[in-house]
């Protein structure tokens, strides 16, 4: 199941005052700034915020990983150095966003979500805030994750288009990545659904139900984490801040594109798992009417047949047929008769 | 459940006829002024409406708070020193009002319904009207709340942006509050919906249907109320008014946020409850079928075996098997075949 | 229930022909002129049309109110006299139009439909047309009705607004009393739902249905009417024609809000019926269910209990139990055994 | 039933194509000309297409009312006379088109659907493809009918506008025609629906499920055509082309209403035929309610007595009732206050 | 069942990486170039990508077409050469695309999706990449199929306008024939649901439910490619590239028309699905309601017959009826005037 988080802030609060909502962690907030250029890279771990200031005006692109947003303080002052304003370090930390993106003078403010698949079918969303500046980027993100580590790696290996490019390129990396992230989610949604369906056509039971209606729930979530996000590639796109090159618009439509199909494959899902429900209580009424069926049948022929027992298991002293020698035998006969004019009946009702 | 107020007029009355339609109270119009900038503060409660009449021109920031609507003569006298529309007066009286934004030319009205979270999770809708203008903001409710008290904290600890802004940000400060109130009675929904939706998947009762319901119809009231207000924030922030510095912008831009958010929260939570719906009626479903099955178990095994008994209830004088030796226990076998057959069928057909 | 007319025209007739599709009526059609500006006022009835024509080019506000379109020759006479286009009458007369505005160069035509509640729930549609010229009102509508009286009222007290402005706040108020007659009807729908609900509530039955269906109905015969209005008003209000005058804007303004409130609490009632016929349908599910496990636990007890007894019922020569001393007792005690597992498993079933 | 047409054309052909789709016939294509003015007005029928060709450039209004598609060579010669465009001459003879609006340098053409009620209360779809020249209109049908007889009566009488007016005024009477021909079958619909809606609140049962499946099949096939001919009409309204002259456009704006309101019509017979289907399920559920509530208290109350009898027909030695001198009525006794406590718990639980 | 490919690509790969997602197979990749204008045609298989590079140049208009994806160093050659950016490669490759058009300055790329109707009514999707040239068309695809071999056939044959025109009318025809290709599929998809509305009617039954289901999910998939594809055609229509001749449009408006009646034709068809699903669902409550009657008329009169005979047939000592000369028939006729009177109650209930 999607765990969510509270709303934008407590009630009351003056607007900009900085809590973070999510669980308080013990562990520091880990700091990692790559700098690098066509030409050099280098990657180090910092302790405290101060060692990232100096990278703001370099002219290579410096990337500053934040991970972990329980230490306000340190938040505060990289926000502070890099004069972001008070709302967008709120937003920041306040985990519970809505997918958004936000243009300033200087920088432009992107917050999503990304959905990681944790054991038991469970998923987990953690919001990501980007900060895209003219040589630097900021990333935020609430606990360390593996999701970046291929950027990392291209980084370093120097292959492909990304050393060469500015810091609205790796921006742009971060997103799709992201982005690439709900497909690899939606992919294992997808075979579930299959799975379940197959089972629906071919074995139909109650334990179908829980599942259709998990995944139907998922499927809310993960939806009101895309449609938005949806806007936010768009308007990411379409800005004409000059911190976004010509050269990388292609790709921001290519992560537009990307976007849509997640909503169109999580839009299809929601007919698929709508359809499945409707087979589901459909089965349902089909198995009542059988079971009910065998019951019908079974009481309807019986039901006389009894009657007919009980009339000649009466103790009354005069009753004829009891004497007859072929009374018994008669009686059986009728029985019999009765019992295939209904089976007859009921076969031309095509109830058997 | 949200109690809702009549139309907007008597029928047939000419416009602009200022009629309470609230409860009626003895008790009388509450009217406190808050005056302060950056440097003094000062708060009073006025006994009556002519002592606010010389703050409408001071260059300080004037914070006309009423309470209570019941006194209309005190409203229209307001209203007429502060110049406002007879129109307005109307709608600020009737609390039946959409939420709406309306501009003038020196001043601005927003009307929006606040929810209060009451004991037995009633939730309480209360009309707030907030007239902007140069240096005032009035506010209007019908009962004397204290959602509002933290603000009052705020400004008289002179901490943070608000005094040091004008009084679009006191208005903008009243919005947002009543926006984060949406926040705290959505969460307290929230968990009602989680817990109603465990107590679903783990034990499916009749009971369970009426919150439902009472839910979704809470969710038809609060997105009545929070629709309309996204149209109101985001034309409050787009308004081209001088009565608006560009420095609060931002601070919309937020509320706006919040609101799309609460709206999204609003759609989720009816979308969740909607598949509540269909499992709670899947849940029921599965009960009669498993009910059924029981029954046509017992029925379909008892029916037959109990007719071989009454065939050998009856009095017929000539019935070989009575006088047999072996008659009795051969018949309990039989009996025991017919119900191990019929056991194995069913099992075959997946009914145990 | 709402009645409903017929289409726009017969089928074939050639555009502009005159027809009027009401009921025909003896009576003859009853022609109102009421002449004022702010000093005078003259109230008179006249007998044929011809008397109306020499008002149309007073410099006074003149009201010409027609009731009854059955004499199409009196229509037609004054429609040529004020110069409106065949379409135009045809429209008036044709009693089944869609609400609609059209402007002219000399004239505006508003259709709109006013409810009137009649007795036993019934709500009766009646059709309105309103021509508005430079300075005169011809108001059209089939039966005389009490709605516009009051409007009679305050023009002849001469109190308020109405007798300083012009004939396009004339025109406003005719279709603002029609809005608010609305409200009339909504809130007497909305206490017959709120009454079925709670009905629904504490105690469902199938007499619940019908009363929801004929609400259901209601409303969509309702929202017909009101969504086009929504337009009409709209339109009216941006109308950039010489006829309307800017002071009357903000009551334009006013009605329209009302309007989108009207349409709101409809689609706020369609939403509530849905929700109380999902409701119908599981309280009856739950009944079934009740009923159901009621009949499943009094037959799956007896009926292997009376098998039993049809056992020792059997006339076999050779069963020894019969002839054992305590054969009775102990046959009634392993009964009730029987009965008191059973009670236990349904129990624990939750079935009871 | 509404029969359907195939799609546009046998997959691959090239486009212009000419092929005709529906049933072949023997009969040959009929062409009538009527050419008028205000003065004189002629009628023929003639034998060959190229009969037609002096009346293009006549400057009178010529009227070539094409019926029967078959000849296509017939169809093809008139075309190239005429000079429409290839994929013109498709469209008209692959009657399976969706209603369209098409604007040429020289001409209009404008296809839409015809529906005619045949006997069993089928519907027949007819496209109707209309070509509108400077001063002549080309109309072309599958099938001779007699909708647009009573336009060739109005052109004889010379009577109304139609004589006076030009060509587009032509094409819009038999736009008008068709539109008006929709009424004729939703009013027939309309009454279909109230009776069956009656049946339905007096007397359900499962012969009403057929009907409304068959009216809803109707209305979506219905809605199918007039959906696109509102966009069709509009389009033909807000034309610029040279071909419409100013005098029409209000007629023109007519229809467009009329179509609006036929597309609320079938909408509201929609909405109102699911709210049937709802109340027609709920009432076979309060049905089976019924059915099963009887049967639970017919079987719960003689379950019981019937296992009672079963004990004292028991053959034990030793059961001392037996023997008593007031066992039998006893037992009717206990049997009696059995039924009645049962009774009184069934009026208690509201099932009697 | 429509087979369905992954997304994008592997998550986490830089952009443009080229990957082809569809099975593995053995098989070179088959490249025909078709090279024609007016007067001379040549078509001619080659073996390596360089074969084409001389044609990008040429003046005559060159058709290059490509079956099979998995040699990607064929296509990247190809691709280099014909300079497309690396993410139209990437998309060309990637078979699970949207359905989308984007125009580069030399150069249009159109993805869209073919269905093949297989063998045991499955629909099998290919994706078709056309690359729009100055005077080439690429064309991409998964497979051989021979959809396209009627194109072929018409350019041969030098038969109608193909061979005149440009390469736009070219890419247009591979459109136009896709979308023709729809129809195919959209006709055996009506007339099975025809045939299974007619079953539905007539006799319905539980084997009805599971194709109702496929065809639904049919349609989820189809709409999911013939949406997206409306706005590729509608944009292609509008688009204003250079490479678009004038005397293309009127084609281009005539497959966008096309596009718009399949997706009708999807939306009749899924409402079409829905209303019979609905009639499934009720059809089967009818059915359920008629076996519970005839259970309940059996249970209802013989179980009260029952008892009685089970209380003459206790064994009390004193039980004067018994020995009653008459008891026995007495009796019976007591049995016969209850069941009377049941099944005359039943007539008058019309369960019968």
Redesign the interface.
């Known amino acids: 199941m999607v765990k969510?988080k509270?709303?934008?802030?407590?009630?009351?609060?003056?607007?900009?005052t900085l809590i973070h909502v999510g669980e308080k962690k013990t562990e520091t907030t880990k700091i990692s700034i790559i700098d690098y250029d066509e030409v050099h890279i280098q990657e180090r771990m910092v302790e405290s915020a101060e060692e990232c200031f100096p990278y703001k005006d370099r002219p290579t692109v410096t990337w500053i990983k934040i991970d972990g947003l329980h230490e306000i303080d340190v938040i505060e002052k990289i926000g502070r150095h890099f004069e972001l304003?008070p709302?967008v370090l709120e937003d920041i930390l306040n985990t519970g966003?809505?997918p958004?993106i936000?243009e300033f003078e200087d920088y432009i403010v992107i917050i999503i979500k990304m959905f990681i698949l944790e054991q038991k079918g469970r998923i987990d969303a953690e919001q990501i805030s980007i900060v895209l500046g003219p040589n630097f980027v900021l990333s935020f993100q609430e606990k360390e994750g593996d999701?970046f580590n291929?950027?990392l790696e291209?980084l370093k290996k120097g292959?492909?288009?990304?050393r060469k490019m500015k810091s609205d390129y790796l921006a742009y990396?971060l997103v799709?990545?992201v982005v690439?992230?709900y497909?690899?989610i939606?992919?294992g949604l997808?075979e579930k659904i299959e799975s379940i369906e197959e089972d629906l056509?071919n074995n139909p039971g109650?334990e179908t139900?829980?599942p259709i209606?998990e995944l139907?729930?998922m499927m809310?979530?993960l939806r009101?984490s895309v449609w938005?996000l949806r806007e936010v590639v768009n308007r990411f796109e379409r800005s004409e801040s000059q911190l976004i090159n010509e050269s990388t618009k292609?790709?921001l439509?290519?992560v537009y594109?990307?976007t849509?199909?997640?909503i169109?494959?999580i839009e299809?899902y929601r007919?698929?798992l709508s359809?499945m429900?409707?087979?589901?209580?459909?089965?349902?009424?089909?198995?009542?009417?059988?079971?009910?069926?065998?019951?019908?049948i079974?009481?309807?022929i019986?039901?006389?047949?009894?009657?007919i027992?009980?009339?000649?298991?009466?103790?009354?002293?005069?009753?004829p047929?009891?004497?007859?020698?072929w009374?018994?035998p008669a009686?059986?006969i009728v029985m019999a008769l009765i019992s295939v004019t209904m089976l007859v009946y009921f076969r031309r009702k095509r109830?058997l």
């Open positions: 969510h509270k709303g934008p802030k407590d009630a009351g609060l003056p607007p900009g304003h709302l966003q809505r958004k936000e999701v291929n950027i291209r292959k492909g288009r990304i990396t799709d990545t690439d992230q497909f690899v939606l992919e997808g056509l109650p139900l829980h209606h139907k729930r809310i979530q009101r938005p292609p790709f439509r290519d594109d990307h849509i199909q997640a169109d494959t299809t007919d698929m359809g429900l409707d087979l589901y209580i459909s089965s349902v009424s089909n198995r009542i009417n059988e079971v009910m069926k065998v019951l019908t079974i009481a309807t019986f039901i006389p047949l009894t009657f027992t009980g009339i000649y298991g009466m103790n009354f002293k005069y009753m047929e009891l004497g007859m020698r009374g018994y009686i059986l109830w």
